[in-house]
């Protein structure tokens, strides 16, 4: 099945610890993002990229990396430098034209820090 | 970062009760979209508006790309216990590729 899908579900970290969440495509698409979403609040851009080997920072990426060696791969590192990571985090990817940018979602990793 | 006013924050309705919530932004967008969201689950995609004006349905839900390019609307027809969730509104600026999300409206359905 053509998707994308996000690993693991669950995640539990030490405080100081750094983590990496998962996020792969199969749908050919160029862009990919990262966001994070907190309980009230709408979802917020960590980092996206558009091509490979290329990334820019959104709105809230202190304390986050993320790397696109691969068109289908987009995995994020909560750093320990991330003052409050506990969250939802969710992955999307799209197609880029100047037409449409329609942005489909992963099921979402659920961090927590104990 | 700028973010999108939606409202209402959250609904109450009865069982084939319709429904209607709305997205306005002080800046011009030329995309919009209208995602659900289940408890601990990814965004769902349900309509994409491309043009001024456009209004496009997809079963019970119809939604509007308002004429001035800064708002939205999303209606529900005759809701049914499966349409409760938090629906999202999201536009995209001319001068950028990201998203901006509003805060989410959430929908309880009493069958």
């Known amino acids: 099945d053509g998707g994308i899908t996000q690993s693991p579900k669950y995640l539990f970290r030490k405080e100081g610890q750094n983590v990496t969440l998962s996020c792969e495509q199969n749908l050919n698409h160029d862009a990919m993002y990262w966001y994070r979403q907190d309980p009230g609040q709408g979802l917020r851009l960590i980092y996206y990229?558009?091509?490979?080997?290329?990334?820019q920072k959104g709105d809230i990426a202190e304390g986050y990396s993320v790397s696109r060696e691969k068109k289908e791969s987009f995995p994020l590192t909560v750093t320990s430098a991330q003052k409050n990571p506990t969250a939802f985090y969710l992955c999307?990817?799209?197609?880029?034209?100047?037409?449409?940018?329609?942005?489909?979602f992963g099921p979402g990793t659920r961090l927590t820090v104990l | 970062g700028q973010q999108l006013n939606q409202s209402p924050q959250s609904m109450f309705i009865q069982e084939g009760e319709d429904v209607s919530m709305n997205c306005t932004s002080s800046s011009i967008f030329n995309t919009w979209l209208w995602y659900k969201q289940d408890p601990g689950e990814g965004p769902v995609l349900l309509i994409a508006l491309y043009k001024a004006g456009e209004l496009t349905s997809n079963g019970r839900l119809t939604a509007q790309f308002g004429i001035t390019r800064k708002d939205s609307f999303l209606n529900i027809s005759a809701s049914i216990p499966s349409d409760v969730g938090i629906y999202f509104c999201a536009g995209q600026l001319r001068s950028q590729g990201n998203l901006i999300f509003g805060k989410g409206t959430k929908l309880s359905v009493k069958p």
């Open positions: 999307a990817s799209s197609m880029v034209t100047e037409a449409q940018d329609t942005q489909y």
């Open positions: 990229s558009q091509i490979v080997n290329d990334f």
